[in-house]
């Protein structure tokens, strides 16, 4: 307001509603989700959580990853292995391959501690995909509760 005698707004990222769509896909028995392969993104508390549900319905976690510490990847696959989560990582997919990913999920997991800005949340509601978020950081921000 000194500077330029402008008000400020907040201007929120977006995403490209014509590649993050709805397909209308046949929904498989798999939550995901999305973040770099590192401590912040908490993918341990979502394997500690999916490990708390009766194995009989316990649906799959598929991780999509753009990039990711070796020594935390193995210690994930790890976590999976002792509390019998079936765990997928994938990583550097396609923008295509990631929306078809969405569609299919049952549910987009989103748990990273203090994200200030997270575009996952946003690409999951896109595709018409249910999430289940932790409470903080731009989550607690961005969408009401």
């Not at 939550?31 to 319905?57: E, M, T, W, Y």
Request: glycine fraction near 6%; charged fraction near 25%.
């Amino acid at each position: 307001m000194r500077a330029y005698g402008l008000n400020s707004f907040v201007c929120y990222l977006g995403v490209d509603t014509e590649t993050f769509k709805p397909l209308n896909c046949i929904k498989e028995n798999y939550v995901l989700s999305v973040g770099a392969c590192d401590p912040a993104k908490g993918h341990d508390f979502i394997i500690r959580s999916l490990g708390l549900i009766d194995q009989k319905i316990r649906p799959k976690l598929i991780i999509v990853c753009d990039r990711g510490d070796n020594f935390w990847i193995n210690y994930l696959k790890l976590l999976a292995l002792r509390l019998n989560v079936d765990l997928e990582i994938k990583s550097r997919i396609t923008d295509d391959e990631l929306v078809l990913l969405y569609n299919k999920a049952k549910l987009v997991v989103y748990a990273p501690y203090l994200e200030p800005f997270g575009l996952v949340p946003l690409e999951a509601m896109t595709c018409g995909v249910p999430i289940v978020a932790v409470k903080e950081g731009g989550i607690r921000e961005r969408y009401s509760w």
